[in-house]
């Protein structure tokens, strides 16, 4: 298997559980500033050690890059790494002539519905 695929399956891994996906989803919406764990320990509700755990899983998968301010850790969303994702799943759509159709705020309704 190649390197390209291995790089993605670790990082739709990574994207697997639900509240490393709420993370990155907090995170994107406060690009590019980012968040410090505290907030979102805060928001999430959860142990420090936890999110821990899930922020380290985010970070070695490249998708959350930390960075030290003082005492205080701030984390962002790679933009680019979630871009690749979405080119990859498009460009794959594309390949077996599978077309996308409407906006992802489109996509996003429909599944709450």
Same mark, same amino acid.
């Given at each position: 298997?190649?390197? $390209?695929?291995? *790089?993605? !399956?670790?990082?739709? !891994?990574?994207?697997?559980?639900?509240? *490393?996906?709420?993370?990155?989803?907090? =995170?994107?919406? !406060?690009?590019?500033? $980012? *968040?410090?764990?505290?907030?979102?320990? =805060?928001?999430?509700?959860?142990?420090? %050690?936890? =999110?821990? #755990? #899930?922020?380290?899983?985010?970070?070695?998968? $490249?998708?959350? &890059?930390? *960075?030290? &301010?003082?005492?205080?850790?701030?984390?962002?969303?790679?933009? %680019?790494?979630?871009?690749?994702?979405?080119?990859?799943?498009?460009?794959?759509?594309?390949?077996?002539?599978? $077309?996308? &159709?409407?906006?992802? !705020?489109?996509?996003? =309704? %429909?599944?709450?519905?």
């Amino acid at each position: 298997m190649n390197n $390209g695929i291995l *790089r993605f !399956a670790d990082r739709f !891994a990574a994207l697997g559980h639900e509240v *490393r996906l709420d993370i990155v989803r907090r =995170l994107l919406a !406060a690009h590019p500033e $980012g *968040r410090v764990a505290g907030e979102l320990q =805060l928001d999430l509700d959860i142990p420090a %050690s936890t =999110l821990s #755990h #899930h922020l380290d899983a985010l970070r070695q998968a $490249g998708l959350v &890059e930390q *960075r030290g &301010e003082g005492r205080i850790l701030r984390y962002r969303a790679v933009t %680019s790494a979630i871009q690749e994702i979405s080119s990859f799943l498009s460009d794959e759509c594309r390949v077996h002539g599978m $077309g996308i &159709e409407g906006s992802a !705020a489109d996509h996003r =309704l %429909s599944a709450a519905s």
